[in-house]
Structure formats: structure tokens, C-alpha cells
């Protein structure tokens, strides 16, 4: 039996989530729910949940005022929010799960799958609450640190330390300005879209790179380099955007 908990002041959307949860979600589960986050915090020490439904805006205190007064949360949080980019960039960034709504059901299931079958340990899961904490303090999102994990664990970077990416099948190497290499467990189509917005470039199917480390582009405009000496591809539909990138 899973523990969950939804968090969220309007009653339409907790019926809806509920509904979803119960008529999608095959694990049995015990649910309880909470209008704001100032009932929540007095249900944790009684009710103990595993899965926490976290609304992001909410009138008095919003889901990351609630997060930053539990500190160490000892459940998994699924955020919930309409599209708030600034909030989803953060929650990206510090590879934790949100859903957007309205709730798509077969989302949801995914979601609450992966926490069934998460091995993160507790320490981990802090440090990504952590992270998130420290991102939304930040004024800008080009200031966030990323959470990248890998099978050795989970790490952090700041988007300025990082030259370009490589794919490697479903990995991705990350290269960064110290010299030294990293590998995630995620394709670079993923990394692509979580940099969407920022001084990243998609030069080529293998290759993602950060602009303000380019250095020079052959006079064919097919081979980029970086300013660590190494060679990135340029395909041929990407040419003339490198072309203005260096122009500019």
C-alpha cells in the first residue's frame, strides 16, 4: 500500500487527480489530500507519505514555500503546475518529475511508476531538493545548476561549465571547461530540449554545443571548433545558422 498525499487549494483539480490515480494506477494506495500547504505540514507527522502531489502555485504559501519548510523531505514529490516556465525550468534542471496541467492520465501512471521503481537513495533525493531550492533563489535560469545522474550517482554543473555535448546511443558525454569528461544517462535529444532557451546549439545529430565557447568554423562552415581544441560536425541544414552565429 502506497502513501500519497495531493496538495493542491482547488477541489476540481484534487477530484481529478484522484480519479486519474485511482482508475489508472494498478498499486494500491492509501490517498489523502490537503487544501494548502500549512494543513499538509501539520498532517506528516500523523500520515507518512511515500508519494507527495505538490501544486506549485498556491494562494498564501506555494509548494516551494512548503518544500523549503520541510527541508528533508523523506518522500518522492511530483510536482503539479500550469505552465510556469520559470518553475519548470528549475524542477528540469534538478531532474525532478512534474506534470503539467491539466493532467495527462497515462503521465501521471508514468510518473508514479518511476517512483515505484526508483532506487535513489534518501541522500540523493535531498540533495536534488536542494539543488531546486537553490536554483529558484537565483534571479536568472542562465544561473541554475543542472543535476545530471549517471550510474555512479548524481552530479551538478553550472551551464557556464559546460563546452559541448556528444551522444553516444541512449548516453551523452558531457565535456566540460576543466578538461574533464562526464557521461549521463540520458540522450542528447533530452539534454537539447532542457536547454532549450539557453546558449546551447544542436549542430549536428551527435553533437550540442555551448555557443560562447565556439571559437571558429571552417570555411566550409562543416566543422566547428571549441575552445578546447576539439571539432564538432556541422550538418548541412545548421550551416547557415553557425555562419550568422559567427558572423554575429
Not at 548516453?171 to 546558449?199: C, P, R, V
Request: aromatic share 8%; net charge negative; no cysteine.
Amino acid at each position: 500500500m502506497v502513501r500519497v498525499l495531493i496538495i493542491d487549494d482547488e477541489v476540481k483539480a484534487r477530484n481529478i487527480l484522484r480519479h486519474y490515480l485511482e482508475q489508472n494506477v494498478v498499486h494500491p494506495m492509501e490517498i489523502r489530500e490537503a487544501e494548502s500547504a500549512d494543513v499538509a505540514l501539520s498532517m506528516l507527522d500523523e500520515y507518512n507519505p511515500e508519494i507527495v502531489f505538490l501544486d506549485v502555485e498556491m494562494p498564501g504559501k506555494s509548494g516551494f514555500d512548503f518544500l523549503a519548510e520541510v527541508k528533508s523531505p523523506s518522500f518522492n514529490i511530483i510536482f503539479t503546475t500550469a505552465f510556469n516556465q520559470y518553475a519548470i525550468q528549475a524542477i528540469r534542471f534538478s531532474a525532478l518529475d512534474y506534470l503539467l496541467k491539466p493532467i495527462d492520465p497515462e503521465e501521471l501512471s508514468a510518473a508514479v511508476q518511476r517512483h515505484l521503481d526508483a532506487e535513489a537513495s534518501r541522500q540523493s533525493q535531498k540533495e536534488l531538493y536542494q539543488n531546486l531550492m537553490q536554483n529558484l533563489a537565483k534571479p536568472e535560469p542562465s544561473e541554475f545548476k543542472i543535476a545530471i545522474k549517471s550510474t555512479d550517482g548524481t552530479h551538478f554543473f553550472l551551464l557556464k561549465d559546460i563546452i559541448r555535448m556528444e551522444a553516444d546511443s541512449s548516453y551523452t558525454h558531457i565535456f566540460l571547461t576543466n578538461g574533464k569528461k562526464f557521461t549521463a544517462s540520458k540522450t542528447l535529444k533530452y539534454m537539447e530540449e532542457m536547454l532549450d532557451g539557453h546558449e546551447f546549439m544542436r549542430t549536428h545529430k551527435s553533437h550540442l554545443i555551448n555557443t560562447k565557447y565556439l571559437k571558429q568554423v571552417s570555411a566550409d562552415h562543416s566543422i566547428a571548433t571549441m575552445s578546447d581544441g576539439s571539432q564538432v560536425e556541422v550538418s548541412r541544414r545548421k550551416k547557415d545558422e553557425i555562419k550568422n552565429l559567427i558572423g554575429s
